[in-house]
């Protein structure tokens, strides 16, 4: 089975602009998570989108955004960027009810400058 | 509040020396707590879930333990290959899952 992909896998922005990042699953995976991760705070949950609708949600400015399509690929986006938004960012499938464990894929790279 | 604590944040080690990572933990309700390996410039991969207080779960020299506030991880003969990064998070009943910081560990040769 094909693992979970990012793309792009680095970006660079201005302050100001605004980014999307896509992720797909693992087939068969019907739920995808986000994360934002820095050095100084870890991982941190952005969102959790299942069946094209949002489960759970961080503690996240409403700067960030997601969707999730049909096909159970899913999208975010940050609108007006801000230097502390460089970070890794990664998408994590699951299969609920199986075992629960999350597969990441590799993380996009966003540095804003 | 939910939370997950790992320690340390840092472990160098000779290789063959074996030593554990802690990762405690305060959750409403445990569903599961999982173990990630992370190395640079990649994504976490999955090692271990671990479910209810006493379970153990193994993997070449990965030995992971779980009580009912607390999850080891257990290192026997390590050698530089298991360098990385090691993740715990548990997936309280509401189903949020809180990641630690991590301890970053280094296998000198």
């Known amino acids: 089975k094909a693992g979970v992909t990012q793309t792009p896998r680095y970006l660079i922005k201005t302050r100001g602009q605004q980014v999307t990042l896509s992720c797909s699953p693992i087939?068969?995976?019907?739920?995808v998570s986000w994360y934002q991760q820095t050095p100084g705070q870890g991982l941190q949950f952005l969102f959790e989108?299942?069946?094209?609708?949002?489960?759970n949600k961080g503690n996240f400015p409403g700067r960030f955004s997601g969707r999730q399509f049909s096909n159970s690929r899913s999208e975010m986006n940050v609108s007006t960027l801000e230097l502390g938004d460089s970070a890794l960012y990664l998408c994590?499938?699951?299969?609920?009810?199986?075992?629960?464990?999350?597969?990441f894929g590799p993380g996009t790279r966003l540095t804003v400058t | 509040e939910d939370q997950v604590t790992q320690s340390p944040e840092a472990l160098r080690l000779q290789e063959g020396e074996s030593s554990s990572l802690n990762c405690s933990y305060t959750v409403s309700g445990l569903r599961g707590l999982f173990w990630y390996r992370q190395d640079p410039g990649k994504g976490p991969e999955f090692l271990f879930t671990?479910?209810?207080a006493g379970e153990e779960k193994e993997k070449e020299r990965l030995k992971a333990t779980l009580t009912k506030k607390e999850s080891f991880l257990h290192i026997t003969a390590p050698k530089p290959e298991d360098s990385a990064t090691y993740l715990c998070a548990v997936q309280a009943f509401n189903d949020k899952i809180i990641f630690g910081k991590g301890t970053r560990l280094h296998i000198l040769p």
């Open positions: 087939s068969g995976h019907r739920s």
């Open positions: 989108y299942f069946s094209e609708t949002q489960r």
């Open positions: 994590a499938s699951r299969h609920l009810g199986q075992g629960n464990e999350q597969y």
């Open positions: 671990l479910y209810s």
